[in-house]
């Protein structure tokens, strides 16, 4: 008897596109940060802030969503998400002022940020046991094709229409590609009547368990493994988000083409497709811990390099480095949260870590623009940037697992 397609294949889908759009959108912000600054003589300070808000608008934003994710679903709440962004870029065509781009960008698109992981992820997390890091690693592809892809063609838009017609262009596609995604969405397999990895109630079937079944978030944060994820995320985000907003404006004071630049940011998004397979795949044989570990030290490496790379192949090099670490962070920390405390409260266990991690995205790009204003260079960022990877490294060296969970995993 043939067997029957298992609905488990379009919520995956569906993230993929969600992860796509979002974060390519987000990509976007280098690309249109010269525009601003060439337009309205801005600090790159002032235009770094209103990134900063938005990341930590995002994560606060996350642990809302998802608390509400682990309540009532995921579908309403990518819909809500999803318009909030699109209408921040339409709107993004009119920007005057300063405090309409912090309101726009700090706000609305913090907002359709917030959903990108914290649902698509801890939603494959229930409908999926077995193969849960290389399916999230399927789903974070997404992420890597918009950075790839959404970053080249927002270059090319600004080329032949102007940076506020295509944002026009950026947001209607962003919203109505992300309301009519999010009607696939559904919370979990029981919901529809299945079992998470397409199982039945046969005994072959009997080690999937219950999705809803972990560790409280009241019982959680009396944890010191929540806490260290917590900080190790912080450094995470710290460091990766920096790198996002201000890798395309560094790439141009070394002289490269416009092009060229976003060339550099699309390379960290095309490579880090290839970390998240690579990574999720891994996480699902040697654990979250030790997966983590080895993204860390490919970081490490990638600093070491940026802080020599003065010419354009270097700065592709780079990229290539970096995007295979950022594609298997990105991945690898929502199953280690599954890991550690299973699915019951994932989305707002998740979504509590994520924000940990967007204040660390605040704050870097913030101090990235001033340390350039003040000094001309982003070389004193750079160390900055390679004590925080440290300081994340060692972190995850220190994990343990819950001492509950460890001999459930034994007993499976």
Aim: with cysteine.
């Amino acid at each position: 008897m043939r067997a029957k397609y298992f609905y488990g294949y379009n919520i995956v889908a569906a993230g993929f596109v969600i992860q796509g759009v979002c974060i390519g959108a987000m990509f976007t912000y280098g690309v249109f940060f010269n525009e601003f600054q060439t337009e309205f003589g801005w600090s790159r300070t002032m235009i770094s802030g209103a990134s900063s808000l938005g990341f930590l608008m995002m994560g606060a934003f996350g642990i809302l969503a998802g608390r509400l994710n682990d309540k009532i679903g995921p579908r309403v709440i990518i819909m809500v998400s999803g318009t909030s962004l699109g209408l921040c870029y339409l709107f993004m065509s009119l920007l005057q002022a300063p405090w309409q781009l912090y309101l726009l960008y700090g706000l609305l698109a913090g907002i359709g940020f917030s959903t990108h992981d914290v649902i698509t992820l801890s939603t494959v997390a229930r409908w999926f046991v077995k193969r849960r890091g290389m399916i999230t690693g399927i789903v974070k592809v997404g992420t890597g094709l918009g950075q790839l892809t959404v970053p080249l063609v927002a270059t090319a838009l600004i080329a032949g229409y102007g940076w506020r017609k295509s944002y026009l262009i950026l947001g209607a596609v962003v919203l109505v590609t992300l309301v009519a995604v999010a009607q696939i969405l559904r919370r979990n397999p029981q919901e529809m009547g299945l079992l998470p990895d397409g199982g039945t109630n046969g005994p072959d079937h009997a080690g999937n368990g219950s999705p809803e079944q972990g560790v409280t978030l009241r019982a959680a944060v009396l944890t010191r493994q929540f806490w260290t994820m917590c900080v190790a995320q912080f450094t995470l985000f710290f460091c990766l988000l920096t790198m996002i907003v201000h890798i395309v404006p560094h790439a141009t004071d070394l002289g490269l083409p416009s092009a060229a630049a976003a060339g550099v940011l699309a390379t960290i998004g095309g490579v880090s497709m290839l970390g998240r397979i690579v990574m999720g795949t891994a996480n699902d044989r040697i654990g979250g811990k030790r997966s983590l570990i080895v993204c860390f030290i490919v970081l490490r490496c990638g600093r070491i390099w940026l802080q020599v790379a003065e010419e354009a192949w270097m700065l592709f090099v780079f990229g290539a480095i970096y995007g295979f670490a950022h594609g298997g962070f990105f991945t690898v920390v929502s199953p280690t949260v599954a890991e550690l405390f299973d699915t019951g409260s994932h989305g707002v266990l998740f979504g509590i870590i994520l924000f940990c991690g967007t204040i660390g995205g605040a704050i870097g790009p913030l101090l990235a623009g001033r340390i350039f204003d003040l000094t001309g260079s982003y070389q004193i960022l750079f160390l900055v940037l390679t004590g925080v990877t440290v300081i994340g490294f060692v972190l995850i060296i220190m994990l343990r697992p819950l001492q509950g969970m460890e001999e459930k995993s034994g007993s499976e």
